[in-house]
């Protein structure tokens, strides 16, 4: 019988992002927020994985 396999967990990344046209109104809004840094990377920027923190394991029948 076959089974179903879910792995989920959390891993550290490494990321590139250019960003292009800023003023200078928005630059300092960017350097002053861990948030809005944050907000600007998404699926496309990140690289490779760096290591894997933790992993759990759900089987599925």
Excluded: C
């Amino acid at each position: 019988m076959s089974r179903t396999v879910v792995l989920t967990g959390k891993a550290v990344v490494t990321f590139h992002k250019v960003i292009e046209g800023l003023d200078v109104e928005e630059l300092v809004e960017l350097q002053n927020s861990l948030d809005h840094q944050e907000n600007q990377i998404g699926d496309d920027d990140l690289r490779d994985i760096e290591w894997i923190d933790q992993i759990n394991m759900e089987v599925r029948p």
